[in-house]
């Protein structure tokens, strides 16, 4: 009887890290939310870069197009890839009286909030993201670092039920 070691979690795969630590994921939706917000940021930017080339190719009467292809090269892989990989570096887990947000890969953040230290709890919605029904949830904790987490994402009746669970949560801990 051979026994095998256990692979470890692989930490290029997101679903996998996510997995293992029982973490649920944010709705996919959240990437066009994110696809949509990062091309309304970068298309300006590529834009500028467009006018700028213009106006450079006249002072050193070189090929024009050079940086506006470019830029909007950039553009449009980072908002092809970015939106698909943020989300699903971002997983959340409620109960045992905690929330827990954990979010990125190179950097990653694990955020607990106790819900004995929740102050007050907020659902989000901007016009892109209650164009996909999805909201965002808030929590204000009391202190000054880390007092606010944002867990965006979410099912706009997920949020609200978790708004609620939350809040059920504190009142029988001070009733």
Known sequence: MTD????????????????????DPVNPAYAQVLRIATALNLIPLAI???VFDALLIRQIEGPYGL???????????????FPSRRVSRWGYKIGDGQL????GWLFRTDT????????????????IERWFGLSHLIVHTSG????????????????????????????????
């Not at 095998?4 to 973490?23: I, K, Q, R, V």
């Not at 827990?100 to 979010?103: D, G, I, N, S, Y």
């Not at 944002?150 to 801990?173: K, N, V």
């Open 4 to 23: 095998t070691p256990a692979h470890p979690t692989d930490p290029f795969d997101p679903d996998a890290l996510n997995a293992a630590e029982g973490l």
């Open 48 to 50: 500028g870069a467009s």
């Open 67 to 81: 940086i506006t292809a470019a830029a909007w090269l950039i553009a449009i892989a980072m908002i092809v890839t």
């Open 100 to 103: 827990r947000v954990a979010r």
């Open 112 to 127: 607990i909030v106790p819900f004995v230290r929740v102050q007050h709890i907020d659902v989000g919605q901007g016009p």
């Open 144 to 175: 000054t670092h880390n007092s606010t987490v944002t867990l965006p994402g979410l099912h706009s009746d997920l949020a609200a039920a978790m708004r609620e669970t939350i809040r059920r949560h504190i009142q029988t801990d001070f009733a």
